[in-house]
């Protein structure tokens, strides 16, 4: 048992010259991958809290025209103020 353990021990740790070229070129690639899954998951996170976001906000916007659409504009105030002073006179 001692021996096979020792044996593949050795044939594990043994290596031979390989002949194999990584140029730069693959560096590359590998970290436009890397960039690319990040951005990709953050698109996801985004858009997945985005879209409940922009509801919440046109929601509130369209409360709030709704507000100004249902109180007196400043040319309906000044007109009934004038209309009463003239009747008062």
Not at 21 to 29: D, K, L, N
Not at 48 to 67: A, G, T, V
Request: net charge negative; proline share 3%; no cysteine.
């Amino acid at each position: 048992m001692k021996y096979i353990f020792l044996l593949a021990i050795t044939v594990l740790f043994y290596t031979n010259n390989l002949q194999a070229y990584v140029g730069p070129g693959a560096g590359v690639g590998v970290i436009g991958a890397i960039v690319g899954v990040l951005l990709a998951i953050l698109m996801a996170i985004l858009g997945i809290f985005w879209y409940p976001l922009k509801r919440m906000f046109k929601k509130k916007e369209s409360e709030e025209s709704l507000e100004e659409s249902s109180s007196p504009t400043d040319t309906q105030t000044k007109e009934s103020e004038s209309s009463q002073s003239s009747e008062n006179q």
